[in-house]
């Protein structure tokens, strides 16, 4: 049978691409720094003209479609998955490293129907790293395949988190507290690119065994969780239990065992969901 998203997803390779030229030329430039939710979540208008370059390419081609994104949500826009073909887009994932050239930096395409995950483009710009995964179709870097790691002790595993941007002193507490629990399992070390796309890009490609975090959004996972699954990996929510897009919580692993044992250790809470009016 004809695989019906694979014009779609053609178009979101290019359109990431594109996108990534202009992240890239813009870290030439000044880059003005403005604050959403508070002073440490950040956006410039580099974050802003990206978006609307995507979701411009996207509407010529595709008029019925919908969109959630970082930016138009952040500027009043709906972020609710219904079951009509979606484009879930982070322009920059990792705005806070694009505002101080640390040179991690993605753009994220994922695209789902019926609230499933139909492919997913994460572009690696500054690495000039293509990962793209389809649903059935495995996961892939710049076409070379993606395997997660078949590490399954703890013990000799590196874990990939982050802070997040909330300074909510008891969220602080938990992620604390978590990240000690983790680090004394004990594993060999613990990572942070800075971007959770890219994060679970790691985990795809075998150099991480798990990444987890509470306090993402569902522009920052979609594409990157089924380029882990296409990998090999799991995905739960960090309670054990399935992943949910919209709950800004996630465990994404090479295995069952590593994602069960990281589980065990996170002091969970949950931020209000991204679907929540
Ligand atoms: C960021 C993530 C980062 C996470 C932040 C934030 P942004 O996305 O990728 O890993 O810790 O909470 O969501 O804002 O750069 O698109």
Redesign the pocket.
Known sequence: MADVWQTAMDHAVGAARRAGQVVREALQDDRKVMTKSSSV???TQT?QKVEQLIIQSVKEKFPTHRFIG?ESVAAGESCVLTDAPTWII?P???????VHAFPFVAV?IGFSVNKQVEFGVVFSCLEDKMFTARRGKGAFCNGEPLQVSDQEDIKQSIIAT?????RDPDAVDRIFSSLRNVLCIPVHGVR??????I?MCLVASGCVEAYY?I???V??IAAGSLIVSEAGGVLMDVDGGPLDLMSRRIVAANSRTIAERIVREIDAFGPPRDDEP
């Open positions: 979540d950040l956006v974050d970082e982070d920059i994932d990792g705005t806070t490293n694009f994220s982050e802070f997040g941007s909330s942070g690119a800075g971007t959770a796309a994060n975090e306090g993402i959004h522009w920052d």
